[in-house]
């Protein structure tokens, strides 16, 4: 890695607003300040110009909160579209979709990407709120129906596989060609939430697999369980040198390719990493991305990883989500959730140096 840290980020998700139309019970976004008030149109506008100067090209990821809670959105994404070269991917639950507001935002989003935790109201409702199912769908179709980029991410907490393959079958009946997964991270409402990493092996190795059999696009929020369920990504890890030198780096975006800008305008290592690094209200964001002390200083961080993590051979390719090892006390400490052991590391190394002599 450079000493000089001279790389934008290519993804900036903003929380747009703390406010939501729902209380779910996973939900990391409790953590933000609502006492607190959100960015303002003419700082957000100031902000939104920073980001494009520092990272043209970026894509931004407008989340929240609920993004459509903000009165001003379509008004900052027409500045967005007009006047910069961001693309936009919203983050929403997607209740607030309806047919008088879908034409308007199509025109602006770039890709939606929109969260449902089942496949049926029974399962759904009691996590995001009574209706809410009926109300994502409805919007899930009117997206689908206009043909724009749309993936579902679903959030696992105990569903179970059989859940999981009615949800994948679902979307695709729905139009839908992208999914999305996430096993919960221990923080704001799920703070507490117990892990069970086999079960997270297991429920990833399904996901792959069924989501390929249904002809969908498969991806994973955390760096792991697609290193360890995608072959082809595997392979590609274990014949990149550098990646076991510490030379390069992937996995964990925290302060490489992600920068993470809270409603309030304060710069975090992330949104489930909840560390404060500085505020756009201080100093140029240009400044804090490319000079701020915690960040460069957690650029090195994979080499000081402890427990689990830090003995993983995949620790530079990876490193773990920083803030599920943050919720159990030392965010370099083990990911809680992961299920690979030394002995499993070393049986996948072995597997993989036996089918490249296979193929000589």
Avoid at 132 to 159: C, E, K
Avoid at 245 to 251: D, E, F, I
Wanted: glycine fraction near 8%; charge should be negative.
């Amino acid at each position: 890695m450079d000493a000089n840290w001279t790389h934008p980020p290519k993804i900036i998700q903003w929380d747009t607003t703390s406010s939501c139309n729902l209380n779910c019970r996973h939900c990391r976004a409790s953590n933000l300040d609502r006492n607190d008030r959100d960015l303002s149109f003419a700082e957000a506008v100031d902000m939104l110009n920073q980001v494009d100067q520092m990272a043209p090209g970026a894509a931004l990821a407008m989340a929240g909160g609920e993004p459509l809670m903000r009165d001003d959105l379509i008004a900052l994404m027409d500045h967005i579209k007009t006047n910069l070269s961001l693309s936009i991917e919203l983050l929403t639950n997607a209740t607030l979709i309806t047919k008088d507001n879908e034409e308007e935002l199509c025109r602006y989003v770039d890709g939606f990407n929109i969260s449902m935790e089942g496949s049926t109201a029974e399962v759904h409702d009691p996590v995001r709120g009574k209706g809410s199912f009926a109300r994502t769908l409805s919007a899930v179709d009117l997206l689908t129906a206009r043909g724009v980029p749309l993936a579902i991410r679903m959030t696992y907490f105990g569903q179970g596989k059989d859940e999981v393959e009615r949800l994948l079958v679902m979307i695709k009946e729905h139009g839908v060609t992208t999914f999305n997964f996430r096993y919960v991270v221990p923080v704001g409402n799920a703070t507490g939430a117990i892990s069970d990493p086999l079960e997270h092996r297991d429920v990833s190795r399904f996901v792959w697999e069924k989501g390929n059999e249904l002809g969908l696009t498969v991806g994973f929020s955390d760096p792991f369980p697609e290193l360890l369920v995608n072959p082809e990504r595997l392979n590609e890890v274990e014949s990149d040198q550098e990646l076991f030198s510490g030379v390069a780096v992937t996995g964990c975006s925290v302060a490489f390719s992600l920068m993470y800008i809270n409603p309030q305008g304060v710069v975090q290592f992330c949104p489930y990493f909840p560390v404060v690094v500085d505020r756009i209200q201080n100093r140029p964001l240009k400044e804090i991305w490319f000079k701020n002390e915690k960040f460069n200083t957690f650029r090195y961080s994979r080499s000081f990883l402890n427990g689990q993590c830090g003995e993983c051979r995949y620790k530079f390719a990876c490193g773990g989500c920083r803030g599920a090892a943050y919720a159990t006390g030392d965010y370099l400490g083990s990911d809680p959730r992961c299920w690979l052991t030394q002995e499993e590391a070393r049986q996948l190394q072995d597997t993989l140096s036996t089918k490249g002599m296979e193929k000589q």
